[in-house]
């Protein structure tokens, strides 16, 4: 695996999930979802630093763009609700934006199937 | 101390600020080639939550007809593909077996619809999958993955055996192939578009 230079994974596995979550439950589902954008909100450089080191880890990850959340789990290699623990707690101090997936009710939208369906034929013929 | 992975520009959802998500899943029996579809078509070298199959689970599963196979998904992989400057898809993979329910969940919830990964040989392995996405209620097509050598059955005896509505899509696919791969996933998402009119 490349682009994981100094990335210990091992040092989390040391730890049971509620350590590093500061015994903090799991946040509402909807709020972070699998496929919920998330990046780091453009003043959290100046925010005073009493974070954790993987909630910094997390806040790194997502510094230089949009991840979403299944993807910042995949990178940081800990598990999905651990990840999302982490990301409620951040957002909640006001580190992190997030931009929520399609809504429920738009799904069945044909405006968006229509657009998935013009953007896998212009990529693939 | 611990540090984040270095990610490059190309990690990062393009255009992320005018992005919106949507996801199809991905799904069929152990060993179908679900991982291989999803690479084949992903933006991204295809994440996961890195399960990746141990000796203790080869207890566990089946592991008839699949000889050779080394690893596997055991919880959820996923790629990536950027649509357009509005909309950004994201393929999910899992088996179909209930003790990951709890991820099912997760995934089926907001998804598009579903493509279904099945093998002609073992048609039966594919029977909890279709029940599960059946479960949550998600529009799907079938594709059947053409392993080298194995003779397709036709396609009138493959619905029958599958219980398949008469609109289903099927269509035959070589997940290592790109082309073959996006057309399986077009095609679905041709049927999600007619049953919204």
Known sequence: MTGHDGWLPESAELVRPYVITRGRGLPDDEQLSLITLVTASADHAQRPTRLSPEEQNMLELCSAGYLSVAEIAGHARLPLGVVRILLASLKEGGYLVTRPPVARARLADKEILEEVLNGLRAKFG | ?197
């Not at chain 2, 003790?99 to 073992?122: K, S, T, Y």
């Not at chain 2, 696919?173 to 073959?180: I, L, P």
Request: glycine share 8%; hydrophobic share 40%; net charge negative.
């Open chain 2, 1 to 197: 101390m611990v540090s984040a992975p270095n990610l490059d520009e190309h990690d990062y959802v393009r255009g992320g600020e005018t992005q919106t998500a949507v996801k199809i899943l991905v799904v069929g029996h152990f060993a179908v080639g679900k991982t291989t579809l999803i690479g084949s078509i992903s933006e991204i070298e295809p994440l996961s939550t890195e399960e990746t199959m141990t000796q203790a689970a080869e207890e566990v599963d089946d592991l008839k007809g699949v000889q050779g196979k080394t690893t596997t998904t055991v919880a959820m992989d996923f790629g990536r593909l950027t649509i357009s400057d509005r909309v950004v898809l994201y393929l999910f993979g899992t088996p179909g077996q209930q003790r990951f329910v709890q991820m099912w969940e997760d995934m089926a919830r907001g998804a598009l619809g579903a493509l279904i990964l099945v093998d002609p040989e073992r048609l039966a392995d594919s029977f909890p999958v279709i029940d599960l996405i059946e479960h949550y209620g998600l529009d799907y097509a079938i594709a059947v993955n053409h392993f080298d050598g194995a003779p397709l059955r036709d396609e009138a005896a493959l619905r029958e055996a599958l219980d398949l509505l008469d609109d289903t899509p099927v269509v035959t696919c070589d997940a290592r192939d790109e082309k073959s791969s996006a057309a399986a996933l077009t095609t679905l998402v041709r049927h999600l578009l007619d049953h919204t009119r």
